[in-house]
């Protein structure tokens, strides 16, 4: 299995930044992509941004311009640089990595970190 674990949430004003990391272990080797979502209280958890093992990136239409999501193979972590945050931003976000371990599809979740953005 693959366990992922996140770090970098906090309080930050709006217009800041915050770059979060997801720390990979276990069966590397068998992820096929990784990810960044997001709950904020009352809502449904969502996509932020994903990215494969090949490096393509997909972004949420409420983040495209601001937030980079990035994976550095060697330190097997997962990055999302946030720019520009807005009060809407506020969320516990999650890391995710999928992928198929002995011929079973996975998916694995990180506990969250919560990010604050105050206007």
């Known amino acids: 299995q693959v366990r992922v674990v996140e770090s970098g949430g906090g309080l930050v004003q709006a217009g800041g930044s915050l770059r979060l990391s997801c720390a990979a272990s276990?069966?590397?080797?068998?992820?096929?992509?990784m990810g960044w979502y997001r709950q904020a209280p009352g809502k449904q958890r969502e996509l932020v941004a994903t990215?494969?093992?090949?490096?393509?990136?997909n972004y949420a239409d409420a983040v495209k311009g601001r937030f980079t999501i990035s994976r550095d193979n060697a330190k097997n972590t997962m990055y999302l640089q946030m720019n520009s945050l807005k009060p809407e931003d506020t969320a516990v976000y999650y890391c995710?990595?999928?992928?198929?371990?002995?011929?079973?599809?996975?998916?694995?979740w990180g506990q969250g970190t919560q990010v604050t953005v105050s206007s």
């Open positions: 990215i494969t093992t090949g490096g393509r990136t």
């Open positions: 995710n990595a999928d992928g198929v371990l002995v011929g079973l599809k996975y998916d694995s």
């Open positions: 276990g069966s590397i080797f068998s992820i096929n992509a």
